[in-house]
């Protein structure tokens, strides 16, 4: 008794326990869980431990609705509520599941909006939120993003909230508490009621699940309307009318049909665009992330190697262009050349005009392992810019700030080194539109290749070579000791050897969100070098996304005010072993060589 009253006493009044037995007809007893700590985006965990044991799903959208019921207005209850995946393995029982407790839960969400298909793209999503004609305060979106699918692969829950936005990581942080004192929840008997939902039903079909509504609706509607508001169509389908191909791929993930839509039903470009569109449980077995290693197929039809490099080969494709698992992710490449996620957001806000139709650019914001690309354009045309941790919910907050103007601030672009990009039209990352914008830029200047953009644009403000690698599911252990004695050498003296690569600064990466004030610190290790007297750095972080295991990244990147011609993994090789030899990385993670290069 002692323990408990000093825990009440102890507990801010937020965290009281959520969970008080439910007297509803449908209330049974659970077991809580301790280890369902959502990462940057969502709760990625093997598929397995969702598939051998329901509950262990059942607990999490238990505690989300408990979180959910105490965290809304009154007045704006019971919710309706989008439940879409991205269609990788699993999503289907897990859309009858959740709509089991829901149905369940109705003095909470009164109605649940399923997209035909049950698959949706990620922005898609955001944007089916933001509509007010749908009248839909929140998302329940399965996916694993960029992870592959499939009994051996990865599955994931992830929430959004009503400005179509990743919840933030407080209401995170109580969805993980309300899930370790879980006690009961609530769910609908199968015998019960009639649970059955044709997902392929007409849009507009209804399904009564307990008290819940469930409705089959149409992911396409309010996405299109918003790109169509966004970007000039007519020019766009001019383009494609004039004989001009692209190659988009899918990744057998949920942008694709999304892409086909847009790119090909509305804007007309033909079948022989298209590839992996077609949505699949496993992804075709492919690692839906769109990188050089992963998108193998498309970059070499796009006459380039697994380096960025020119192969002298290809097809003859305008723009070539990839999404991810969920269609938040993109790759862009043009016949022979890569372009890198930090340059293609510097180039879409050098020519912002030639893209959007919705007035000047207000501001732009990248995360902090992304490279200084922007920054310089930011410079020359005088908007503000911001950077920030690794995460797209920091953008979002940027952008519905009253403080920097709420609407008027507005349009706002920002991307990440990550292969996402993507602007206030949304407030998720958007893989299809960064293909439009990129399509933009050429139909306005159709005489230009992508790498008569790119050489212009290094031409303008010099290059910034970037190259990130990946050491994949490393011990945790050891990935921690590994930033620990990286933060140990804050202050102290420098490890120097008279080399080419001399080394100025260490520190460790900390943002003051400058609207909110909250202070998130230990974001990545910064070590700042001159490279024959350029600037140059390496940052060192952990992954937030990873399923099992530590992910350690470590992003290089060297600015060149003259030399543009060179190749980013080659030109940042002596860099990379560098940083691993001052990180002690093989030590620590007994990896000599990283798993991927992006
Ligand atoms: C997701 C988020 C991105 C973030 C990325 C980082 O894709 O939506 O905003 O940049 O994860 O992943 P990492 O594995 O580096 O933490
Ligand atoms: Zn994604």
Redesign the pocket.
């Known amino acids: 008794t002692l323990l408990l009253l000093l825990m009440t006493l102890l507990s801010p009044p937020t965290s009281l326990s959520l969970s008080m037995p439910s007297t509803s007809r449908y209330s049974r007893p659970t077991t809580a869980y301790q280890d369902q700590r959502p990462g940057?985006?969502g709760l990625r965990k093997k598929t397995k431990i969702w598939t051998e044991d329901s509950m262990y799903l059942n607990n999490l959208i238990q505690s989300y609705l408990n979180v959910l019921s105490t965290n809304s207005s009154p007045s704006s209850k019971p919710l309706s509520i989008l439940l879409a995946s991205d269609g990788r393995y699993h999503s289907v029982p897990s859309i009858a599941q959740i709509s089991k407790i829901c149905g369940a839960n109705s003095d909470i969400v009164s109605t649940l909006h399923v997209p035909q298909n049950g698959v949706q793209s990620t922005p898609s999503c955001s944007s089916y939120i933001r509509s007010p004609k749908n009248d839909c305060s929140a998302a329940i979106i399965l996916t694993a993003?960029?992870n592959p699918g499939g009994p051996d692969a990865d599955f994931g829950v992830k929430f959004n909230g009503a400005r179509g936005e990743?919840v933030d990581e407080g209401f995170t942080e109580e969805v993980w508490e309300e899930s370790k004192r879980l006690t009961t929840l609530n769910i609908v008997d199968d015998d019960d009621d009639d649970v059955t939902i044709d997902l392929n039903a007409e849009v507009g079909t209804t399904y009564k699940v307990g008290g819940c509504k469930v409705v089959i609706v149409d992911p396409y509607e309010a996405y299109v309307s918003t790109l169509e508001k966004f970007f000039d169509f007519e020019l766009l389908k001019d383009y494609a009318s004039k004989g001009n191909r692209i190659l988009f791929d899918g990744m057998h993930g949920a942008g694709g049909p999304f892409g086909r839509r847009v790119l090909g039903d509305i804007l007309g470009f033909k079948d022989d665009c298209f590839m992996r569109c077609d949505t699949r449980e496993d992804f075709g077995g492919c690692h839906p992330d769109p990188n050089l290693t992963y998108g193998k197929e498309l970059v070499e039809r796009m006459g380039l190697d697994g380096k960025g490099r020119k192969t002298g080969k290809g097809e003859d494709f305008k723009l070539g262009a990839a999404n991810d698992g969920d269609g938040?992710?993109n790759l862009i490449c043009g016949k022979g050349v890569f372009v890198t996620p930090s340059d293609s957001l510097a180039v879409i806000a050098d020519r912002w005009e030639d893209i959007s139709s919705n007035g000047p650019l207000k501001g732009v914001a990248r995360?902090m392992p992304s490279s200084a690309a922007v920054d310089v354009v930011a410079e020359k045309k005088g908007v503000r810019n911001f950077v920030t941790p690794?995460?797209?919910k920091f953008f979002g907050n940027l952008m519905d700030s009253e403080v920097l103007g709420g609407e008027n601030f507005n349009p706002f672009l920002c991307g990440?080194e990550?292969f996402?990009t993507g602007s206030s039209h949304i407030r998720e990352?958007d893989g299809l539109w960064a293909v439009l914008a990129w399509l933009s830029i050429l139909a306005r200047s159709p005489s230009l290749t992508v790498e008569d953009v790119v050489n212009q644009h290094w031409e303008k403000y010099g290059r910034h070579y970037y190259a990130r690698y990946d050491y994949e599911e490393c011990g945790s252990d050891g990935a921690n000791k590994m930033m620990e004695n990286l933060r140990g050498m804050i202050g102290k003296a420098l490890p120097k050897d008279g080399g080419d690569y001399e080394l100025n600064k260490i520190e460790s990466f900390s943002y003051t969100d400058p609207v909110t004030k909250e202070v998130t610190a230990n974001q990545g290790m910064i070590l700042s070098f001159l490279v024959k007297d350029s600037p140059a750095r390496a940052v060192f972080?952990l992954?937030?996304?990873?399923s099992a295991g530590a992910?350690v990244?470590m992003y290089l990147e060297k600015y060149d005010g003259e030399n543009f011609g060179g190749n980013s993994q080659e030109e940042l090789k002596g860099l990379g072993e560098k940083a691993a030899e001052i990180a002690d990385l093989e030590r620590f993670t007994g990896r000599k060589e990283p798993t991927v290069i992006t």
């Open positions: 940057t985006s993003s960029h990743p938040d992710r995360s690794t995460g797209w990440e990550s996402g990352k972080r992954s937030g996304t990873g992910t990244r």
